[in-house]
């Protein structure tokens, strides 16, 4: 295993909520199956990303596997790696109860993953990038960047906050707000905890570091402050 410098960062580290609580990620995979549409989640990226049955695709913070185990039905293998342990160990349950085959999980982060293989056709990555300071973000992406083939298509989403707001008080009390009352206190409590102590960044930054490792930005979709970028080796 390759050692790491003094001051490299510690992605193992939990920042914001604790993925490293069975309690908490039992908890997650339940709600996410009641919030989003995983299905319809990973058929839209499948066609945004032109994903085919030949294609090995890297999945980065996959959680409780659910996109990675849709989309293994469509390429050729799914790569699936989190640092969390536990979330890891229950994504590989559901995926053998399914007797899926084409789905290779390891407890790895954009810092430290090695890829041994071929580099990718196709790398996705939901939620999960904010878990980084900015500087991080950008050695995490070069490191991606070196894995993908030539061409290889590039999926980022992820809470981006927008330049544009002005009354960053009312801007964040609106979404809390909203929150609570679409889906409940726990997803508005988890969400407070992310704007206080994760490292979600500024629209601008996250074009600016996708573009200074070298992907050319062909699409991104802004869903509220959840924004995601369709990006192109
Ligand atoms: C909010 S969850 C998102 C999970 C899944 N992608 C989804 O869309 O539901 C964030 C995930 O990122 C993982 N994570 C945090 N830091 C990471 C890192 N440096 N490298 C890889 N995964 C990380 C967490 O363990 C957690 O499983």
């Given at each position: 295993?390759?050692?790491?410098?003094?001051?490299?960062?510690?992605e193992?580290?939990?920042?914001?909520?604790?993925?490293?609580?069975?309690?908490?990620?039992?908890?997650?995979?339940?709600?996410?199956?009641?919030?989003?549409?995983?299905?319809?989640?990973?058929?839209?990226?499948r066609?945004?990303l032109?994903?085919?049955?030949?294609?090995?695709?890297?999945?980065?913070?996959?959680?409780?596997?659910?996109?990675a185990?849709?989309?293994?039905?469509?390429?050729?293998?799914?790569?699936?790696?989190?640092?969390?342990?536990?979330?890891?160990?229950?994504?590989?349950?559901?995926?053998?109860s399914?007797?899926?085959?084409?789905v290779?999980?390891?407890?790895?982060?954009?810092?430290?993953?090695?890829?041994?293989?071929?580099?990718?056709?196709?790398?996705?990555?939901?939620?999960?990038?904010?878990?980084?300071?900015?500087?991080?973000k950008?050695?995490?992406?070069?490191?991606?960047?070196?894995?993908?083939?030539?061409?290889?298509?590039?999926?980022?989403?992820?809470?981006?906050?927008p330049s544009?707001?002005?009354?960053?008080?009312?801007?964040?009390?609106?979404?809390?707000?909203?929150?609570?009352?679409?889906?409940?206190?726990?997803?508005?409590?988890?969400?407070?905890?992310?704007?206080?102590?994760?490292?979600?960044?500024?629209?601008w930054?996250?074009?600016?570091?996708?573009?200074?490792?070298?992907?050319?930005?062909?699409?991104i979709?802004?869903?509220?402050?959840?924004?995601?970028?369709?990006?192109?080796?």
């Amino acid at each position: 295993m390759r050692q790491y410098p003094e001051w490299y960062y510690d992605e193992f580290k939990q920042v914001g909520v604790d993925y490293t609580d069975l309690g908490e990620v039992h908890a997650y995979d339940l709600r996410m199956r009641k919030l989003r549409n995983i299905e319809m989640e990973s058929n839209s990226i499948r066609e945004l990303l032109g994903i085919k049955n030949s294609d090995s695709v890297l999945e980065i913070g996959t959680g409780t596997g659910e996109l990675a185990l849709n989309i293994s039905a469509y390429c050729k293998e799914v790569v699936a790696i989190d640092v969390s342990k536990v979330m890891i160990d229950f994504a590989r349950i559901k995926v053998e109860s399914q007797n899926k085959t084409n789905v290779h999980f390891y407890n790895a982060g954009f810092l430290t993953y090695e890829n041994n293989g071929d580099q990718f056709d196709v790398i996705i990555t939901q939620l999960a990038l904010h878990h980084l300071p900015d500087y991080w973000k950008m050695i995490a992406l070069k490191r991606l960047y070196g894995m993908l083939k030539e061409d290889g298509k590039f999926y980022l989403r992820d809470v981006v906050f927008p330049s544009q707001i002005t009354d960053h008080d009312s801007y964040f009390a609106n979404i809390i707000t909203d929150l609570k009352n679409s889906s409940g206190d726990k997803i508005a409590e988890e969400t407070e905890i992310h704007i206080k102590e994760e490292f979600s960044t500024l629209d601008w930054i996250m074009e600016g570091l996708l573009k200074s490792v070298g992907f050319h930005i062909e699409n991104i979709i802004y869903d509220g402050f959840i924004t995601s970028y369709i990006c192109k080796k």
